[in-house]
């Protein structure tokens, strides 16, 4: 235990876990998207569901997917911002197998109707939890620098990515391969201990195989990229 899990974050709001979690969830489903959003439908399961609106987890998840940081003091103010800025978003309630009660589920889009689907949990003291991307079960927490790369499934793209990271001289913190079936489009998480620059991102997006990268920079949670790689 650290003196951050003693204090907690620095956040505006009253429940670390209700909103300053529920910010992060939603700034990470800004950031995975790529682009600007414009709607979302967002379900709330468990504890998110049944305390979720007292505690301020609806204004938290909309500020978050708006670009806010759990320190913006406009968080309680995020529906009429949301408002101001044209960004439409829909609540309800969804039961959620084998989630952790303090989940949410959403659905985003940009102006040009791109989707991205996120389901992840709020773990206590401001940190999160990623348990899925567009239905295929991941597991990364966005403490770490993070690549999130849909590429397909029969090519050997971890080598050749691993080989220029390694060429790039970032290492490698945790690195994983999630699939839903064989033969088809796979997503590699990959932690890095260092930053990776946009054009590293870039360079990387054109690798053999590698569909679309997205980047999650710990350090400035609302300046993710995304690279459409169109390989094929």
Not at 113 to 123: G, P, T, V, W
């Amino acid at each position: 235990m650290d003196i951050f899990d003693i204090l907690g974050p620095v956040m505006v709001g009253p429940s670390s876990s209700h909103t300053a979690g529920a910010v992060r969830i939603g700034l990470m489903a800004r950031t995975l998207l790529g682009t600007e959003p414009v709607r979302a439908n967002i379900h709330l399961h468990g504890s998110f569901a049944e305390t979720g609106m007292g505690h301020g987890t609806d204004k938290a998840l909309v500020a978050g997917l708006l670009g806010m940081k759990p320190d913006d003091l406009r968080i309680p103010n995020s529906f009429e911002v949301a408002q101001e800025q044209g960004f439409a978003f829909h609540f309800d309630t969804r039961e959620l197998r084998d989630a952790h009660p303090n989940t949410a589920m959403i659905c985003v889009y940009d102006k040009n109707d791109k989707r991205l689907e996120i389901q992840a949990s709020s773990l206590g003291g401001g940190r999160i939890k990623v348990n899925k991307i567009d239905g295929i079960a991941v597991d990364f927490s966005g403490d770490y620098n993070t690549l999130v790369i849909r590429n397909l499934d029969y090519y050997s793209s971890e080598a050749a990515v691993t080989t220029i990271l390694n060429q790039f001289r970032i290492n490698i913190a945790n690195m994983s391969m999630w699939r839903q079936k064989r033969g088809g489009e796979s997503l590699m998480i990959i932690e890095t201990d260092q930053h990776v620059s946009p054009q590293q991102v870039e360079f990387i997006g054109t690798l053999p195989g590698v569909v679309a990268i997205t980047y999650y920079d710990k350090e400035d949670k609302d300046d993710g990229s995304t690279v459409d790689a169109g390989n094929p």
